[in-house]
């Protein structure tokens, strides 16, 4: 039998090579996607690509300008409805939320983060698109809006409840109201981690397509305005992936490629911007 | 502290959306194909089938270029959603494979017309990879096998048609259709025709539930699992065999010969059966000595009345320059043709469009 | 920030209008309170509205097949019968297997990132964590089509008949696609949500906690498993919740390689249909109102299934034992 020293070091060390183990397993089908999607798609990626309108089959050199136009109309959208609300619920719930109306909102949160988004896009359908008797990039950036706000709310009060109390105290202590106190020292300290929660969702629902089939529809030509339907990547993806034609399967990897980056790229600016101003540990 | 980054993103989008106006084309008068008066910029939405989206949309990108002020965005949804639209006035026009029931045409608020628009067949692709040679299947073995009563490739009723393969005594793997769609009601519409016992025991429609085999999704997803599996076979939209170069399976027809799904044999199939006047009607197992058995018209969902005139004309007039010129690029998408005498009979009911009193089609 | 050369508001007298309607000193608290709660009551509204549009939508099947439709088997849209028990069960099995799967790793994954990584390797292997969150959906489906579900046939589930063959879970016909590739892809998707949140949780933990345990003499396991993860079980539960969530509503990737059929079966092997799937795969072709009413309805159940999922979640944690420190549940 081995000693208790012993047996706490080997147990130290099994449970630290499962940690680098399990890792290692999260790691390997990232390398996998990545290396299918970089290989199938980067043959489509082309000045085209960026600058031009979709062709139908059999006409070469179509593009997806106006589907990743759309995207971007349709998160920033999803940004404006999903955040603000969302983080100020979150918030109420680290603030004031150990009352029952509390514990309510807190398992609607999580209930509503389990709703597939096919079902949030009906009914973003039946509340937005019926009534305006057409399709519309507003509808589509509801129905995001709506994905990402559970995501947030959660993450948001998690973290904020993380934040020591001793900054609140010195804060009040030096005389800011209750609410500057919230809001200019807690929620500033927890920002970094409530930017990962958020751009969590941000990616979530970047690559969504459901919902947007019945909201914001697409479209073939560019969309101007928030009244138009508009094309996005997700569903331009899924429409040539289901297609029959390996040019447009090209063309699809090339744009799932793109969207990977593009989340990417909002990923690396949104940690920035948040690191700067508090400074990481 | 987000308000940098929404300023970020703000500026990207105004970038983007000043870009997306710049980018609108200018009207341009053309004199050949008919224009659309006033040169204004007309937007038509239609949503529906799957199947015909490659040849839409190749429609509205061709019709775009004779008359760029008019701008087609049909999306695919699926024939049902097509209908639901179609019938919740979300879209100008609607398309669907199957054709709209009684109760569902009910529920419009207006008479729809179905116009036939095109021609497709759905084809049984299959994996054998020892077998050089086409597989020959008559409708009995069909049924067979989707009922799960034919289990191995070499029982005596497959190779009683296939004397010169060598097929091998393999379990056959069945993949079906598990999304609702057309090509679901298309090859169980002919395999209800065939045999009563599938009608009574399994049911017709765009749904049903399997006797044996694996469900995938989508005509992309069958195509992937009869692609990358060995010894399965799959029933799929012609366009999806021939692009993945599927071998596919020659059918016994009603006349008793065995047919390759080939444009002219769908051609064929449409040619051997009157159209009635409701202008649709189920092409399957048409009694013609060249006919492929596993054919169908695929139809526009069109208004009657149109509430807009001037979108009802534009509308009118793209379905008319559709069902004519626009039928010359249906060869090299897979698609067939609409038959001449089917063509005059739809000439006839596209005239009756209208809008209030005034009739959409003048001349033409 | 400015310091107020006021009064300070604690002794001079308060607003009337203040004193009637609550508790706080100043307005800028009394809005404050009341418009975060008015924002946290938009999570219940937009909750209770589309319950009552499920319900709405499902009230001609809810009259028509009652309490049958959660124990039927049988989904037969050809003849308008509707039964939804398959889908329950495969939706459960497969969120509980992704869970198996995905919690051991993603807290692995999370401890390895906050505790015990170098500090040059942490940004960039939690940055590429989180990428996995952005593949979209239909991207996972296509590669379980062409990569995993290959695999698994060739691969694992023979070995998995081979060692485990005489427990039901591991026999039948190997086809790829199925229970095992439905609850791996979940997983894979539930993953990066689970991780990130508890890294950040862990991160969150005063280091004062850490170095106690490690200056009383603790091994670095030691002191993560004593002061760190009681402090932060409040925040990997609702990491987790999350991640559950994520695997209930997930529809493309899990429809494409379930196999989707519509049976009950021990196996891991056998195909399975989940209720995301089926509203998936048959709305947007559906047509007939008692079809409709039947898949709003198995929305609605889905939504039922979430509900108690959560309520035991919650449950189990309580049971396990609530510390205070580390935030209320």
Not at chain 1, 74 to 82: K, Q, R, S, T
Not at chain 1, 266 to 280: D, E, K, P
Request: glycine share 10%; with cysteine.
């Amino acid at each position: 039998m081995l000693d208790r020293y012993a047996r706490r070091k080997y147990s130290d060390i099994f449970v630290r090579s499962a940690c680098v183990a399990a890792t290692v397993i999260a790691l390997v089908p990232l390398v996998s996607v990545l290396y299918y999607v970089t290989s199938r798609g980067i043959g489509g990626i082309s000045w085209d690509f960026f600058s031009e309108l979709p062709k139908p089959v059999g006409e070469s050199g179509g593009g997806m300008a106006n589907a990743l136009a759309g995207s971007f109309k349709l998160l920033f959208l999803a940004c404006v409805f999903g955040i603000p609300p969302g983080v100020l619920a979150g918030v109420y719930l680290a603030e004031f939320g150990n009352s029952r109306f509390g514990k309510l909102v807190r398992f609607s949160a999580d209930v509503m983060s389990g709703v597939p988004s096919i079902t949030v896009g009906i009914f973003v359908y039946s509340l937005v698109v019926l009534r305006a008797k057409h399709f519309s990039a507003f509808a589509g950036g509801v129905a995001l809006g709506v994905l990402m706000l559970p995501t947030v709310t959660r993450t948001t009060e998690e973290l904020l409840k993380l934040v020591p109390e001793s900054l609140r105290e010195a804060a009040l202590g030096l005389g800011l109201p209750k609410w500057r106190a919230t809001l200019r020292v807690m929620l500033r300290t927890a920002a970094p981690g409530i930017a990962t929660g958020v751009m969590l969702a941000v990616a979530r629902v970047a690559g969504e397509t459901a919902p947007l089939l019945f909201t914001a529809f697409s479209n073939p030509f560019w969309s101007s305005g928030l009244n138009e339907p508009t094309a996005s990547l997700p569903v331009i993806i899924y429409n040539y992936a289901v297609s029959p034609y390996e040019e447009w399967h090209r063309q699809a990897w090339a744009a799932a490629l793109v969207l990977l980056l593009l989340v990417l790229l909002l990923n690396v600016s949104a940690r920035l911007l948040v690191r700067n101003r508090v400074g990481a540990r | 502290m987000f308000a940098r980054r929404k300023l970020l993103v703000g500026l990207l989008f105004s970038l983007v959306a000043c870009k997306g106006n710049q980018a609108a084309p200018t009207p341009v008068a053309s004199e050949s194909a008919p224009t659309v008066k006033n040169g204004e910029a007309i937007s038509l939405t239609g949503a529906g089938a799957t199947f015909p989206y490659p040849l839409y949309s190749k429609w509205i990108s061709e019709y775009n270029k004779l008359n760029p002020n008019v701008k087609i965005n049909y999306q695919s949804i699926g024939s049902g959603g097509g209908i639901r639209q179609i019938t919740a006035n979300t879209v100008d026009f609607g398309a669907t494979d199957a054709p709209m029931k009684e109760d569902e045409a009910k529920q419009a608020p207006s008479k729809l017309f179905h116009i036939p628009a095109t021609i497709g067949a759905v084809v049984i692709a299959y994996n054998l990879p020892e077998v050089t040679g086409t597989l020959k299947l008559t409708p009995e073995v069909l049924v067979g096998i989707y009922a799960g009563k034919i289990k191995t490739w070499n029982d005596p009723k497959i190779k009683a048609d296939n004397a010169e393969l060598k097929l091998p005594a393999k379990e056959i793997s069945v993949v079906y259709r598990t999304d609702g769609s057309g090509t679901t009601a298309v090859f169980t519409d002919y395999l209800g025709k065939i045999s009563p016992e599938w009608t009574e025991k399994v049911g017709v429609g765009k749904v049903v539930k399997w006797p044996t085999g694996l469900g995938a999704k989508g005509n992309e997803g069958v195509t992937g699992q009869v692609k990358t599996t060995p010894y399965t076979i799959g029933y799929i939209e012609r366009a999806y065999a021939s692009q993945n170069k599927l071998p596919m399976a020659e059918l016994k027809n009603k006349a008793g010969k065995f047919v390759a799904p080939t444009i002219e044999a769908m051609s064929a199939a449409a040619d051997a059966v009157e159209v009635p006047e409701e202008l649709f009607v189920s092409l399957s197992n048409a009694d013609s000595e060249a006919a492929y058995p596993i054919t169908s018209y695929s139809y526009l969902l069109v208004y009657e009345d149109a509430k807009d005139a001037v979108k009802g004309e534009a509308l009118a007039k793209y379905v008319w320059w559709g069902l004519h010129d626009g039928q010359k690029f249906a060869k090299d998408l897979d698609y067939a043709p609409i038959p001449a005498k089917v063509l005059t009979k739809v000439e006839g009911r596209l005239r009756e469009l209208r809008s209030g009193d005034k009739k959409l089609l003048t001349g033409a | 920030m400015s310091v107020s050369h006021e009064i300070s508001p604690l002794i001079r007298p308060r607003s009337k209008i203040l004193t009637r309607f609550g508790s706080e000193v100043n307005w800028g608290d009394f809005a404050f309170r009341r418009v975060t709660a008015l924002l946290a009551a938009l999570l219940i509204i937009a909750l209770a509205a589309m319950a009552i549009a499920m319900v709405h939508g499902s009230a001609e099947s809810l009259a028509k097949f009652g309490l049958g439709f959660v124990s039927s088997q049988i989904w037969d849209p050809a003849r308008d019968v509707y039964g939804a028990l398959p889908f329950i069960y495969g939706t459960i099995a497969s969120s509980l297997l992704a869970l198996c799967f995905a919690v051991p790793i993603s807290l692995g994954v999370a401890i390895f990132l906050s505790e015990l990584a170098p500090a040059w390797l942490r940004e960039p292997v939690g940055f590429l964590v989180e990428l996995l969150a952005a593949v979209p959906s239909v991207v996972y489906g296509l590669w379980g089509i062409f990569v995993l579900a290959p695999w698994l046939r060739t691969t694992v589930e023979p070995f998995l008949a081979q060692t485990l063959g005489f427990l039901p879970f591991f026999q039948g016909q190997q086809r790829g696609f199925g229970m095992l590739a439905g609850g791996i892809i979940l997983a894979i998707m539930i993953t990066p949500t689970i991780s990130s949140v508890s890294r950040e949780v862990l991160r969150a933990v005063p280091s004062a906690l850490r170095e106690g345990a490690l200056g009383l003499g603790a091994t670095p396991w030691e002191a993560v498993r004593v002061a760190v993860l009681p402090y932060a079980r409040s925040g990997l539960v609702g990491a987790t919740i999350l991640g559950l969530g994520r695997a209930l509503g997930e529809t493309m990737a899990i429809t494409m390689v379930i196999g989707n059929r519509s049976e009950i079966s021990a196996s891991l092997f056998a195909p399975s249909y989940t209720m995301a799937s089926v509203i998936a795969n048959e709305f947007s072709e559906a047509t007939g109102s008692l079809y409709l009413s039947a898949l709003a309805e198995v929305g609605l159940l889905l939504f039922v299934v979430t509900v108690l999922l959560n309520i035991v979640a919650r449950l189990l944690v309580w049971r396990v034992g609530h510390l205070p420190q580390g935030g209320s549940l």
